[in-house]
């Protein structure tokens, strides 16, 4: 079986984006591992645990997770060995 690298990838950067996103505002909320979260900041530019850095670490995780995503894609299809 072959995967979809632009479905694939797609996949990865919707559902990591909104992690990030759902993640941050669990956090804003009320929720404890703030300081965990904050850590982010090192590889998303200009990410808070904050409103609107939940929408900054939705948009990065969506690209980061379409970059990992569509590697793994890559590799997957490459790697199978199977022709279609």
């Not at 992690?19 to 200009?46: C, D």
Request: proline share 0%.
């Amino acid at each position: 079986m072959k995967l979809s690298i632009k479905a694939f990838s797609l996949t990865c950067g919707i559902l990591w984006g909104l992690t990030i996103l759902i993640m941050t505002y669990w956090v804003v909320i009320g929720s404890s591992g703030g300081e965990t979260l904050g850590k982010l900041h090192k590889f998303y530019f200009g990410y808070s645990v904050s409103w609107i850095g939940g929408i900054i670490g939705l948009i990065w995780g969506f690209v980061d997770g379409l970059i990992c995503g569509a590697i793994f894609a890559w590799l997957y299809n490459r790697l199978s060995g199977k022709k279609e």
